[in-house]
């Protein structure tokens, strides 16, 4: 009974948590990865030289919500305006994963999995050409 009490919560939960962390990663990067291809169909620039999306364009992927979307214009790297109208290379967004750790409850195990916080932002980018 003792190894059964020892393994269940020294070796099981926090390796369940490490599982339940990654599949919160892949669902999330895949999401990105799903946006960021189905930007290339909707090019943002409008005529102006303003950033402009189609109406309808979707912000919520299988759950996760894209946000901080910026669409770079030109090789200098700085963002589309006005007075940047070269054509657009890439755009970067990103979303935010919470974790919820079952094993963290103890001190050692949430400074192990979580160490100031449980709550991530994942960045990504995305050529236009």
């Known amino acids: 009974m003792i190894v ?3 393994l269940v919560s020294f070796l099981l939960v926090p390796l ?3 599982a339940a962390a990654g599949f919160q990663f892949i669902s999330a990067w895949s999401a990105l990865r799903s946006f960021g291809q189905y930007v290339q169909y909707y090019n943002p ?3 102006d030289g303003t950033v ?3 109406p309808g364009l979707q912000t919520t992927v299988a759950g996760h919500t894209i946000g901080n979307l ?3 214009c030109g090789d200098a790297g700085a963002a589309c305006s006005p007075s940047n109208l070269d054509s657009p290379k890439y755009i970067t967004f990103s979303t935010t994963i919470t974790l919820a750790p ?3 409850r103890a ?3 949430r400074s192990v ?3 100031t916080t449980c709550t991530y932002t994942l960045p990504y980018s995305e050529r236009f050409q």
Do not use: K, M, N, S
Request: contains cysteine; hydrophobic residues 55%.
């Open 4 to 6: 059964y009490v020892f």
């Open 16 to 18: 369940a948590d490490v």
């Open 45 to 47: 620039l409008g005529p």
């Open 52 to 54: 402009t999306w189609r």
């Open 70 to 72: 910026r669409v770079v």
């Open 102 to 104: 079952i094993g963290a």
């Open 107 to 109: 001190p050692f195990w």
């Open 113 to 115: 999995l979580c160490p």
